[in-house]
């Protein structure tokens, strides 16, 4: 949906229409789809309706069917598939915490490997940290496992690069820096309140502070960029926290030595 690309998006959506016609046409005939459609989105509503149904020609009746799929954190199982997939040599240890809560068979573990932390475990539920989690090096990635404080930089560094570059693609005026700066700033101004949440109220007064991001840039886009991405969460009416602990962590270390007020 971003802009400049209207054309191509809807010239995409009506190609899967016309194939959807064809078939329903010829529905005496089995035939398998040419292809299946899949549109990620944040806002359903925003696609259904600006996208998807003003994609479709007005005279023709009936609209092809949409099937909404929620994304939300790995169950046990899925976290298991995941790491087989993409961290194989732990296979045995996540087994070992997770063999209570999986259907497939598990194997019996016969060695007794350290407990992941709780931290990390939540950390890898979230499919979006995967992005970082592949980032790492080898020996890092044991390390993170281990929960040692610098592998979980490393991750946190990786996984805020990645929310940066999506805010900017959303946001074209915005660059990393700016954003960079503000989200440090809000870190700063969220842990010297020594919560475990906090008000919606910090992002406002950032917005109102020095910063090339200034009020609405500020609240209420970049709060939302940072609660899609899974850098924050909503916890209850008008607060907040870091979705991942060790990312609000980091974020307070970087804003101390960049000396940030």
Not at 132 to 156: C, T
Not at 186 to 191: D, F, M, N, V
């Amino acid at each position: 949906m971003s802009e400049g690309r209207d054309s191509n998006i809807r010239d995409l959506l009506n190609w899967f229409w016309r194939q959807e016609q064809r078939r329903r046409r010829n529905s005496g005939t089995v035939e398998t789809p040419l292809a299946t459609l899949i549109v990620t989105c944040r806002e359903p509503g925003v696609v259904m309706n600006d996208w998807l149904l003003e994609a479709f020609s007005p005279a023709v009746s009936g609209y092809p069917t949409v099937k909404p799929i929620s994304v939300g954190s790995y169950s046990p199982q899925e976290l298991l598939d995941a790491v087989e997939q993409d961290l194989p040599m732990y296979t045995e240890r996540f087994e070992q915490m997770l063999s209570p809560h999986v259907t497939s068979p598990v194997r019996t573990v016969e060695a007794a490997w350290q407990p992941i932390p709780k931290e990390i475990l939540e950390a890898l539920e979230h499919p979006a940290m995967w992005y970082a989690l592949r980032q790492l090096q080898p020996e890092d990635r044991a390390d993170m496992l281990d929960g040692k404080p610098e592998a979980l930089d490393l991750l946190a560094g990786y996984f805020l690069w990645w929310f940066y570059e999506k805010a900017r693609r959303r946001h074209s005026d915005w660059n990393r820096e700016d954003v960079t700066e503000a989200i440090l700033a809000i870190a700063l101004r969220a842990s010297a309140m020594r919560a475990a949440q906090y008000p919606l109220e910090i992002w406002q007064d950032v917005g109102r502070g020095n910063y090339v991001l200034r009020g609405r840039q500020v609240y209420p886009y970049l709060y939302r960029e940072a609660l899609s991405a899974g850098v924050i969460r909503e916890t209850e009416r008008g607060m907040w926290d870091w979705r991942h602990p060790f990312v609000g962590r980091f974020l307070v270390r970087k804003a101390a030595e960049e000396g940030l007020q």
